[in-house]
Structure formats: C-alpha cells, structure tokens
C-alpha cells in the first residue's frame, strides 16, 4: 500500500520498485543453463514418450548384437503409445524380425530378441501386442 496516495500498487509498481528489470528478465525467461521453460518442457515430453531399456533389455540386445535403426526405434516407441492408449499393461512389440516385452506404465522394454531366438514362438505374462 502507498501512504501518500492511501492506495494498493500494482503488480507492475510492485515489480519496478523492489526489482531490477534485467534481473527480473534474466530470472523469467532463461534457467542457469540458458534454456527457456519451453525448451525445456519440451524436451521432457518428448523424453517421456520413448521407451527406455532395463539392464536386462539392454544386455540382451548387445549379446544377441541387435542394433535398432532410428526408423525401428520410431515404430518401437509408436508401439508402445498405442498399447497404452488401448490400455495394456506387459505388451509384446514386434517391430520387423525383433520382438520386445514393453512395461507400458513405465515405458520400459524389459527384454528383446529376434524372433528366430524365440523358444517355440510363446511369449508369457503379457496382455496385450501390438505389430507395427
């Protein structure tokens, strides 16, 4: 409140009077690493659509010297946003001649391999698949 007036200040008269506007400016739009809200929101929604790989998935794809292409990995990821949309929890993505287990809740390829490897063709403790 302003005594000689005897009235409340603006928002704005507020941030003129007790703040340096480069300061205000500085701390608004940038992050100590120089990169805007947007930029960074940005980056964590798409961060948050692509699956990541357990140890396990991981160690199984170099033992069995998969190495997926960024046009598999696309169609991986779309994989497992469809599962989700349908509502599946454990979902077999089969992706060319490679097949992956998918925690769609956690977005995480649990295990991969290609599906001649496959003992018999029986995939377990999934609800759902998804070829893509």
Do not use: C, W
Not at 120 to 129: Q, R, V, Y
């Amino acid at each position: 409140m302003d005594i000689n007036t005897n009235r409340f200040l603006s928002i704005e008269e507020l941030q003129n009077r007790y703040l340096n506007n480069d300061k205000k400016q500085n701390v608004s739009s940038r992050t100590s690493e120089g990169n805007s809200f947007q930029d960074i929101l940005t980056r964590k929604s798409i961060e948050d659509t692509e699956v990541k790989f357990s140890k396990h998935a991981a160690n199984r794809l170099a033992s069995r010297n998969i190495e997926l292409t960024d046009a598999q990995m696309d169609r991986l990821n779309q994989g497992a946003q469809k599962a989700q949309m349908k509502g599946i929890r454990e979902s077999l993505v089969l992706v060319d001649s490679l097949a992956f287990i998918v925690n769609v809740p956690n977005n995480t390829v649990v295990t991969a391999m290609n599906s001649d490897e496959t003992e018999d063709n029986i995939f377990t403790n999934i609800d759902g698949a998804v070829i893509i």
